[in-house]
DNA sequence: GAGCACTGC
C-alpha cells in the first residue's frame, strides 16, 4: 500500500512511475530524519524544474508516510491521549482505553514508567503486525500450493482425473500399460460419445431456436423430434448409470443387510444439489432465443364487457424501440435461418462496431461502455479481446455479473460459441463453484468473487482486462470494486477496464474514472407505449385488480405481469382476482393467475414460466424478483403501481428497516421494459405522468448508502486501505456509517489503536460474514464450541427464511416452531434444528414434517461447508462441546457484547446497553415469554415496533470477562435488581442449571 | 403477538 501512496504522487510529479523510482524515494523516506533532508534529496534526485511542485510532494508524502512513525515516537514522549486522535474515528469518546493502555494512566505514576508500558504496548502491536503479515504469507503460500482451481466440489471429475494421473506417475508404467490402453480405449468411446451426444443437442437447439416450428415440413419435424428422443434417451441412460448405488428395481434379498439399497432421491442431498437444480432451472430459461415468433398467431378479437369500476389512463410516450420494428425482426429472422452460431454473432448489434471498439480499448485504459440489453455485449466482448490478443502470456479477461445466474449462463454461452467446453478456455467462477481451470482465459464471476479474489491477489496481476458488466445496477459489490479497480489501474497502465452500464448512469461513470470516454452501442428492444393514470390511485392493490381485468377484457391475448412490492399484495390481489374471477364466471376468458417471489417453494416458482395454454391470459404477480433476476416470456403488459420494498440501515441506532417506498426513474424504466421483449408491449403505470415527472427519484438510492458496512470496511482494510474515510467511492456511504463500522471493527479487536488491521483482524477477513460474526468463529476456537457455532452462523446466514408458515396452517407451524425451543435462546434453537435435520440424514420428509423451508437449509449446509473449510484455512480446528450451552453463549457473546440489552422497569421492554433504546424481543423468539434480566440479540429489526431478532439470555459478568475494554464495571451494575417484578427476570437467578443435550 | 423486497461473499 505504501508502494502505492509513493506511486501515485510520484506520477502526478513526474508523470510516470516504475519499480525501482518508487523503491528509491521509498528509501529516501527512510533515510531522511525531517522533511527538509527529504526534500532537499527529492529535488536533488528528481531534478528542480518545478520547485514548488518538489515541495509540495515532498510534504504530501512526508506526511501521508511518516505521520504513522512519528505518531509512534511522539507517543512514547507525551501522554496517551493524543495518540489516540490518530485513530480515525472521530468519535472516539465512545471507547475506552484499550486494556493494556488505560492501566498506567494514573497520573502518578513516573513519565518513565509510562514510557516503559508504551514501549512494550508499542512491542506488541509490532508483534500483533508481525503475526499478521506471517499469518498473510501462510494464506498466501497456500494459495499457491494448492494446484490451481482443479480440486474443486464442482469439478469433481477433473479433480479425479488429476489424482489418478499423480498416483499413475508413481506407479511402475510398465506394468500397467496394457491396463492403460484399454482404459485410454474407453475413455475414447466415452469421449465420442459425449462429443456426440453434445453435437445432437447442440443441432437440436440451433434447430430450435432458428426455425420457426411452424415452417417446417413434417419430415423435418419428425426428424426434429426423432433426434430429441434419441438425446434423451442417451442422457437417460447416462443418468441411470451414473447413480451407481441405485438399485432399481430391486427387492432385497432375505438376509441380506437393506443398507446397501439408496434412494434415488439420495442423489439430491449431495452438496449444492437444491441450488444447483435450482439455477439449472434459471439457466434454461436464460438462454438466448429470438423473439415474437407467434406474434402473428395472436387474436385481435377483443372482447366487450361493462367493468364495475374502470380507471382511465392516458398514454403519454412511448420508449423507442431502437431502431428495430418488426418488420426489420422478421427479415433478420428469415436471414438467420440455416446459419451457424458464428453467422448468428455477425448479427448482434455490437457486431459492426467489433473493430472501433478494439481500436478504442487499445487506445483508453479506461472505457465506458453503454448499450442496452440484447446488444451482446456481455458474450461479444470478451471473445473479441481474445482474439484481439488480449489474452497473451495466459493474462485473463474477467468480467463481472451481479448474479450468479448470470455468470454461470453467460459462459456456458460464450463456451457453446467458440466451440469448447466450459471450464477450459471459458469458465466462471461463482460462490460454492469453480468452473475454471489453468487453461482459463475468459473468466466471467460475481462481482463479490472478484472482491475475494483481491484479498489474495491486490493487484489482479493475472488479468489484463477486467469488464464491470450491469455496473448500473450499482450493487455493493459492484460500488467497492469502481474504487478499487480505479485504484489499481493508476499503477498498472497495461491494465485495460470496461465498464458496462443502461443508458442513464454513463456520463456519471465516466466522470468518475477521470473522463473516460463513453462508447456506445444500440440495443435490440421493442417500443413500449407508457400509459399514466389521469388521476392518482389510493389503493393499489384494488388499482392493480381493476386495470388487470380492464386489460383482460378489452385488450388482445398476451400475458401480464404486475409488479407488488412484496409477499403480502401479492397474496391479497391474488385473493381478489380469483373472487372477482369467480363472480364473473365464463363470460371472461380463463384467467391463470401465477404468483411469484424469492420465498415462493421452487416448484411453485416454476409454474410462472408454464407456456399459457390457447386463448386463456397469464397474469404474473411478482415481486421486484422480475425485474432484473428473472425474465419471463411472452410478456405484453405491464402494470406499474410504482412502489417496492426496500431495506435501510440507520447507523445511529443500528436498526435495520424494510419499508415501502416509491421505485425510481430508472426503476420504472426498466419495468417497462419487460414488456418490450417479444413484441411492441404496453406499460400501464398506476400513477400520474406528473408524479413520474416530479415525484420519482432518478436512480435508486445504491446499496452501499442503505445498509451495514462491517465486512465492506474489513476487506478494505485488509486490502491495505487505511484510509476509509477518503475512499474513492463513486457515490460515499454515509459518515455514520463508515465511522460506526470503525468502531466496531476496534472495538472488536481487528484494528488496534493506529487503526492498523491486526492479526485477529486479518483473519476475520477470510469470512464472508459480518465482523461480528467473524469474531464470533474465531473466538469459538477458547471455548472449544466451533463446530456449534459454525453451525449458528449458516443458520443466521439464511434468517428468517428457515421456518415455513402458511397462512392456512399457522397453528401447525407454530407449534412445530415452538418443539425446537431450546432454553438459553434462538441461536441454540437454530442448532438444534440444524442437528436434527442432520441427523434425518438432510431429510427433505424431515422439513415438509417440521415446517422448515428444505431449501433454506439446504443453503445453510452450503453455507456451513464453505465455513468450516474457512476454519481450517484460519487454522482453528473443529470442536464439538456436546452440551455445553455456557462455552456457546460466551463466544457469541465475544463477538456480539456490542448488542445487548437490560430488561427495564416498564414491564416487558429493554433498553440496550450501550445508546439507550427501547427495544422488544421479536414474537418469535424463544424468550419472548421468558424476558431473561439480559439479553444478546443479533439484530435490531423495525417493522410494526422496535424489535430484536434472535436473542440469548447472557450474564453481564461475562461482557466483563470477554470486553474488559469495552464494558466498565459501572455500566453493568444491576441497579433494578431489587425493583424487578418476581416473575420478570427470573431465570437470571438458575443461569447455571442444567441444559438437555442439543 | 408478528409479517420475510432482492442480491451476493
Not at 439455477?279 to 423473439?291: D, K, P
Not at 415525484?695 to 470496511?713: C, Y
Not at 416473575?983 to 443435550?997: A, F, I, M, T, W
Request: with cysteine; proline share 4%.
Amino acid at each position: 500500500m505504501r508502494a502505492s501512496i509513493v506511486s501515485d504522487s510520484l506520477h502526478q510529479l513526474i508523470g510516470f512511475v516504475d519499480k525501482s523510482t518508487v523503491k528509491f524515494v521509498n528509501h529516501l523516506v527512510d533515510k531522511s530524519s525531517d522533511i527538509d533532508e527529504f526534500k532537499t534529496k527529492v529535488s536533488n534526485a528528481l531534478g528542480t524544474d518545478d520547485q514548488q511542485k518538489v515541495d509540495q510532494f515532498a510534504h504530501e508524502l512526508w506526511s501521508q508516510l511518516r505521520a504513522q512513525t512519528t505518531a509512534t515516537k511522539r507517543r512514547s514522549k507525551t501522554k496517551v491521549r493524543e495518540s489516540r486522535q490518530t485513530i480515525d474515528v472521530n468519535k472516539s469518546d465512545v471507547f475506552v482505553e484499550p486494556k493494556s493502555v488505560s492501566k498506567p494512566t494514573d497520573t502518578s505514576r513516573k513519565g518513565d514508567e509510562s514510557e516503559e508500558s508504551m514501549d512494550s504496548d508499542e512491542e506488541e502491536r509490532t508483534r500483533d503486525l508481525k503475526e499478521r503479515d506471517e499469518f498473510s504469507e501462510r494464506l498466501r503460500l497456500k494459495d499457491k500450493n494448492k494446484t490451481r482451481n482443479i480440486a474443486t466440489n464442482s469439478d469433481k471429475k477433473s479433480y479425479e482425473e488429476a489424482a489418478k494421473r499423480l498416483k499413475l506417475e508413481a506407479e511402475d508404467r510398465q506394468k500397467i500399460m496394457p491396463k492403460l490402453r484399454v482404459e485410454s480405449r474407453r475413455q475414447y468411446l466415452e469421449k465420442r460419445k459425449e462429443d456426440k451426444l453434445a453435437l445432437l443437442e447442440a443441432d437440436i437447439a440451433d434447430e430450435e431456436y432458428l426455425f420457426n416450428e411452424e415452417n417446417l415440413t413434417e419430415s423435418e419435424k419428425a426428424k426434429l423430434e426423432y433426434q430429441k428422443k434419441v438425446l434423451h434417451l442417451a442422457r437417460e441412460h447416462d443418468r441411470a448409470r451414473d447413480l451407481e448405488n441405485v438399485q432399481r428395481y430391486h427387492m432385497p434379498s432375505e438376509g441380506k443387510n437393506n443398507d446397501e439399497y439408496i434412494e434415488v432421491d439420495d442423489t439430491e442431498r449431495a452438496p449444492n444439489a437444491e441450488q444447483k437444480k435450482w439455477e439449472e432451472e434459471r439457466l434454461g430459461i436464460a438462454r438466448l432465443r429470438f423473439g415474437a415468433k407467434d406474434a402473428n398467431k395472436k387474436s385481435r378479437k377483443e372482447y366487450e364487457l361493462v367493468m364495475d369500476a374502470e380507471i382511465e389512463f392516458v398514454q403519454s410516450l412511448t420508449i423507442g424501440g431502437d431502431n428495430f420494428d418488426e418488420e426489420d425482426h422478421e427479415k433478420e429472422e428469415k436471414k438467420t435461418k440455416k446459419q451457424t452460431i458464428d453467422e448468428t454473432r455477425r448479427l448482434l448489434p455490437i457486431y459492426p462496431f467489433k473493430e472501433e471498439l478494439i481500436e478504442a480499448i487499445r487506445e483508453h485504459q479506461v472505457l465506458i461502455i453503454e448499450g442496452e440489453t440484447g446488444s451482446g455485449k456481455t458474450t461479444q466482448i470478451p471473445q473479441y479481446l481474445h482474439e484481439a490478443g488480449f489474452c497473451a502470456d495466459n493474462k485473463k479477461v474477467g468480467c463481472t455479473q451481479p448474479r450468479r445466474v448470470a455468470a454461470m449462463s453467460v459462459a456456458a454461452r460464450v463456451a457453446e460459441e467458440m466451440g469448447i467446453k466450459l471450464g477450459n478456455e471459458v469458465g466462471y467462477s461463482i460462490r460454492f463453484e469453480d468452473c475454471t481451470s489453468e487453461r482459463t482465459l475468459l473468466k466471467y464471476m460475481t462481482d463479490g468473487m472478484l472482491l475475494r479474489e483481491f484479498l489474495s491477489e491486490p493487484d489482479l496481476s493475472s488479468y489484463s482486462v477486467i469488464i464491470v458488466d450491469e455496473a448500473h445496477e450499482r450493487t455493493l459489490h459492484t460500488d467497492v470494486l469502481f474504487g478499487l479497480v480505479k485504484d489499481i489501474a493508476r499503477f498498472r497502465p497495461d491494465l485495460k477496464l470496461l465498464i458496462s452500464s443502461a443508458t442513464l448512469d454513463a456520463q456519471k461513470f465516466s466522470e468518475f474514472f477521470d473522463d473516460a470516454p463513453v462508447f456506445r452501442i444500440p440495443g435490440r428492444r421493442f417500443p413500449v407505449d407508457i400509459y399514466y393514470t389521469k388521476a392518482p390511485e389510493a389503493d393499489y392493490v384494488e388499482a392493480c385488480c381493476v386495470t388487470i381485468l380492464q386489460i383482460h377484457v378489452t385488450q388482445p391475448l398476451g400475458d401480464i405481469l404486475v409488479f407488488l412490492p412484496g409477499q403480502e399484495e401479492i397474496e391479497q390481489t391474488q385473493e381478489i382476482l380469483q373472487e372477482r374471477q369467480r363472480k364473473l364466471g365464463t363470460r371472461i376468458r380463463e384467467l391463470l393467475i401465477r404468483p411469484i417471489y424469492s420465498n415462493l417453494p421452487t416448484d411453485m416458482q416454476a409454474q410462472v414460466f408454464e407456456p399459457t395454454p390457447p386463448n386463456s391470459r397469464k397474469v404474473v404477480l411478482a415481486t421486484n424478483i422480475a425485474e432484473t433476476s428473472l425474465t419471463i416470456d411472452n410478456i405484453l403488459f405491464v402494470i406499474d403501481p410504482g412502489y417496492c420494498k426496500q431495506n435501510s440501515f440507520n447507523p445511529r441506532t443500528g436498526m435495520e428497516s424494510l419499508i415501502v417506498v416509491p421505485i425510481s426513474k430508472a426503476s420504472a424504466n426498466q419495468r417497462a421494459g419487460r414488456s418490450g421483449r417479444v413484441a411492441a408491449g404496453k406499460c400501464f403505470r398506476l400513477f400520474t405522468a406528473w408524479a413520474y415527472q416530479h415525484e420519482l427519484e432518478d436512480n435508486t438510492i445504491p446499496e452501499i448508502q442503505r445498509v451495514h458496512l462491517g465486512n465492506v470496511v474489513l476487506t478494505l482494510k485488509s486490502l491495505g486501505i487505511n484510509d476509509i474515510l477518503h475512499f474513492d467511492f463513486l457515490d460515499p456511504p454515509p459518515h455514520e456509517t463508515l465511522v460506526l463500522a470503525l468502531e466496531q471493527l476496534y472495538a472488536l479487536g481487528a484494528l488496534n489503536h493506529l487503526g492498523e488491521l491486526t492479526r485477529l483482524g486479518r483473519r476475520m477477513a477470510e469470512f464472508p460474514v459480518d465482523p461480528m460474526m467473524s469474531k464470533t468463529l474465531i473466538a469459538s476456537e477458547k471455548y472449544s464450541c466451533s463446530e456449534e457455532v459454525v453451525t449458528i452462523s449458516a443458520m443466521l446466514n439464511v434468517n428468517a427464511s428457515v421456518f415455513y408458515r402458511p397462512k392456512d396452517k399457522a397453528i401447525h407451524a407454530d407449534t412445530a416452531r415452538k418443539n425446537f425451543f431450546q432454553l438459553g435462546g434462538d441461536h441454540l434453537m437454530l442448532v438444534n434444528v440444524y442437528n436434527q435435520w442432520a441427523e434425518s440424514g438432510y431429510s427433505r420428509q424431515w422439513c415438509l414434517e417440521n415446517f422448515i423451508q428444505y431449501r433454506s437449509m439446504c443453503r445453510a449446509r452450503d453455507v456451513r461447508d464453505q465455513l468450516e473449510g474457512l476454519m481450517e484455512r484460519v487454522e482453528i480446528e473443529l470442536k464439538s462441546c456436546d452440551s455445553d450451552h455456557i462455552a456457546i453463549r460466551k463466544a457469541i457473546t465475544s463477538g456480539y457484547f456490542y448488542h445487548t440489552a437490560r430488561l427495564s422497569r416498564t414491564a416487558g421492554s429493554y433498553k440496550t446497553v450501550k445508546g439507550q433504546q427501547t427495544v422488544l424481543i421479536h414474537p418469535n423468539s424463544s424468550l419472548f415469554e421468558e424476558k431473561p434480566r439480559w439479553v444478546l440479540y443479533h439484530e435490531l429489526v423495525l417493522t410494526t415496533k422496535e424489535y430484536m431478532r434472535q436473542t440469548i439470555e447472557i450474564d453481564s459478568q461475562w461482557l466483563l470477562e470477554v470486553a474488559p475494554h469495552y464494558y466498565k464495571d459501572k455500566e453493568l451494575e444491576d441497579s433494578t435488581h431489587k425493583k424487578m417484578p418476581k416473575q420478570l427476570g427470573k431465570s437470571n437467578n438458575d443461569l447455571n442449571r442444567v441444559y438437555p443435550k442439543l
